[in-house]
């Protein structure tokens, strides 16, 4: 079975750190682009980031370029999410994706940034 | 960035009866490779979001044929041919030809 699976939310201070996980199974890790989304309480979807199947190329949304730092394990299979300077803006689900078309979300892990 | 205008955005329909959802893009989504990039989700209360369509018009494996999507260029269509009560949600179009991908706002569909 094809899964996608996240950890590493929690609640942060504003200008805090946060490393977000996605631990990938049932199918072949290294061959797919990965994806992180995000979904403020009650709001819509926001992309966040992507990154190669090499991990050569990535790509972030502007609310976040210069503090977080999307990253991947192969050997793993693994995907991770380095956030830093966090933001009360930055509260939100966060769901890593399979491929720029998102045929696979996780369940999603919280993320809450606040004093 | 692309701006991806959805409506309405709010859908009550009635069981058995047909539903659409209109979606707009701010520019073209037909990328290079001749492909278009829009694709439909459903997220359920309580769920994370489940890809129905892709490319415009293609079934994900395992969705029910009364949901179709249709369109071209900077319009498309997500359709139900007939609600059922597990289609209330939230639906969400979304395009991935040009970076950053977009979301649309989210149409939810709700039972009268």
């Known amino acids: 079975e094809v899964q996608l699976v996240e950890s590493g939310g929690g609640l942060v201070q504003p200008g805090g750190s946060l490393r977000l996980s996605c631990a990938a199974s049932g199918f072949t890790f290294s061959s797919y682009w990965m994806t992180w989304v995000r979904q403020a309480p009650g709001k819509g979807l926001e992309w966040v980031a992507y990154i190669k199947p090499d991990g050569s190329e990535n790509s972030y949304v502007d609310s976040v370029k210069g503090r977080f730092t999307i990253s991947r394990d192969n050997a793993k299979n693994s995907l991770y999410l380095q956030m830093s300077s966090l933001r009360a803006e930055d509260t939100a689900v966060y769901y890593c994706?399979?491929?720029?078309?998102?045929?696979?979300w996780g369940q999603g892990t919280t993320v809450t940034v606040s004093s | 960035d692309v701006v991806m205008t959805q409506s309405p955005l709010s859908l009550p329909v009635t069981l058995g009866q047909p539903a659409s959802i209109s979606c707009r893009s701010s520019q073209s989504l037909v990328s290079s490779d001749g492909n278009t990039y829009l694709s439909w989700f459903q997220q359920r209360p309580g769920q994370s979001p489940r890809r129905l369509i892709y490319k415009v018009s293609k079934w994900e494996s395992g969705v029910p044929d009364r949901f179709s999507g249709s369109g071209s260029g900077t319009d498309f269509t997500l359709k139900f041919s007939r609600v059922e009560a597990e289609d209330v949600g939230v639906y969400y179009c979304m395009q991935h030809t040009h970076w950053p991908y977009t979301f649309g706002q989210g149409t939810k569909l709700e039972i009268k």
């Open positions: 994706g399979r491929r720029g078309g998102m045929d696979v």
